[in-house]
Antibody
Framework: EVQLVQSGAEVKKPGESLKISCKGS????????IGWVRQMPGKGLEWMAI????????KYSPSFQGQVTISADKSISTAYLQWSSLKASDTAMYYC?????????????????WGQGTLVTVPS | QSALTQPASVSGSPGQSITISCTGT?????????VSWYQQHPGKAPKLMIF???KRPSGVSNRFSGSKSGNTASLTISGLQAEDEADYYC???????????FGTGTKVTVL
């Protein structure tokens, strides 16, 4: 059974750094793109970034390029999303999600399995 | 890259059919058959319901169907049930950015 288990909720101060995690199991972690999706309070979903753990190839949405860093450690089947200096506007639920394996081109840009979400709160 | 446009809310009675629209441009919805739909219940992670415009993942009810015409994709829920009450998001591959784009989201209410 494919599972993505995310780290717990975080409350941080503005300016602090943070790294949240997403551990995959039940599939070959290194062989599937995995990504992060932001959902601000009461708002919609936003693609942030994706990574291929096999070779650490990354792609970022322009809105998030330079704002966050996606990484992965295939030896422990875990993906990460990190901030070097949090802002109040980073307050949101963050989901990790896996892209499908047997697909090609634009058809791959969907998420077939999702983590439970990590709530990040940065009080202003 | 702007979000795809969806109606804020759609409602229907049990047993009825409803349709949710998702309007983009020729760079995303209109240019490719790579539209997906997600269902999100309150406090839960999204769930993939439709991909590649009209394909259903294993385990998704056949009451959910997708279609596309021009720059607008649609999700139809037939035989509406109380459990279908949720937020629904479309998503499309886009040539405008390196990743895909989500829609603005639609709240479905079962009356």
């Amino acid at each position: 059974e494919v599972q993505l288990v995310q780290s717990g909720a975080e409350v941080k101060k503005p300016g602090e750094s943070l790294k949240i995690s997403c551990k995959g199991s039940g599939y070959s972690f290194a062989s599937y793109w995995i990504g992060w999706v932001r959902q601000m309070p009461g708002k919609g979903l936003e693609w942030m970034a994706i990574i291929y753990p096999g070779d650490s190839d990354t792609k970022y949405s322009p809105s998030f390029q330079g704002q966050v860093t996606i990484s992965a450690d295939k030896s422990i089947s875990t993906a990460y999303l990190q901030w070097s200096s949090l802002k109040a506007s980073d307050t949101a639920m963050y989901y990790c999600a896996r892209m499908p394996g047997f697909c090609s081109g634009g058809s791959c840009y969907r998420f077939d399995y999702w983590g439970q979400g990590t709530l990040v709160t940065v009080p202003s | 890259q702007s979000a795809l446009t969806q109606p804020a809310s759609v409602s229907g009675s049990p047993g009825q059919s409803i349709t949710i629209s998702c309007t983009g441009t020729s760079s995303d919805v209109g240019g490719y058959n790579y539209v997906s739909w997600y269902q999100q219940h309150p406090g839960k992670a999204p769930k993939l319901m439709i991909f590649d415009v009209n394909k259903r993942p294993s385990g998704v009810s056949n009451r959910f169907s997708g279609s596309k015409s021009g720059n607008t994709a649609s999700l139809t829920i037939s035989g509406l049930q109380a459990e279908d009450e949720a937020d629904y998001y479309c998503s499309s591959y886009t040539s405008s950015t390196t990743l895909a784009v989500f829609g603005t989201g639609t709240k479905v209410t079962v009356l």
